[in-house]
């Protein structure tokens, strides 16, 4: 029973045992996800902050169980760390906007949160290809999103930063 809850949290409640690209489709359920606890729901940052904390601090034991007697270090079906790398660029803005909320904005700000997050994840530059090669446990899956997902915030602020000094 412990095992099979597990291995629902890991995978995100079965979406990462889609054959095809797991990954793109827990990042995008987790924009899916925000947007609605966000814009929907109205929930306050700090409990949706709460939740985000827990689920981290979670997965470090819920992946660790889960890849323990496997080969495999970072299985596909592991998805919940792209939740947490994907929270990370949608989290920062929705703080920075406070209780002035454009749901139209938001929408197209998460596509391209999505869009920066699966690149970074996937090129995996310095420091993410450092997490996924040398940490082979759940700290190394859970990192190189942790710092996939930190590139997409610098890449936006340097992007903001050069927009308003050019324009």
């Known amino acids: 029973m412990i095992k099979s809850l597990n291995t629902l949290f890991v995978t995100m409640f079965g979406l990462g045992k889609i054959p095809k690209i797991p990954g793109t489709f827990g990042?995008?359920?987790t924009v899916i996800l925000l947007y609605i606890l966000f814009h929907i729901l109205n929930l306050s940052s700090n409990i949706i902050l709460l939740g985000l904390i827990i689920i981290f601090v979670f997965s470090f034991s819920a992946i660790a169980t889960h890849i323990k007697n496997n080969e495999?270090?970072?299985?596909?079906?592991?998805?919940?760390?792209?939740?947490?790398?994907q929270s990370i660029p949608i989290y920062l803005y929705e703080i920075s906007h406070g209780t002035s909320k454009s749901s139209?904005?938001?929408i197209i700000f998460y596509g391209v949160c999505f869009v920066l997050f699966?690149?970074?994840?996937?090129?995996?530059?310095?420091?993410?290809?450092?997490?996924?090669?040398?940490?082979?446990?759940?700290?190394?899956v859970i990192m190189d999103d942790v710092?996939?997902?930190?590139?997409v915030v610098?890449?936006?602020?340097?992007?903001?930063?050069?927009?308003?000094?050019?324009?």
């Open 147 to 151: 710092c996939a997902g930190f590139y």
């Open 27 to 29: 990042s995008l359920a």
């Open 104 to 106: 139209d904005e938001a």
């Open 72 to 85: 495999n270090k970072d299985p596909k079906e592991i998805i919940i760390d792209e939740l947490i790398g």
């Open 118 to 140: 699966r690149f970074f994840d996937i090129a995996k530059p310095f420091p993410v290809s450092f997490f996924d090669k040398n940490f082979k446990n759940s700290f190394g």
């Open 154 to 167: 610098l890449f936006l602020i340097c992007f903001m930063f050069l927009s308003s000094y050019f324009i």
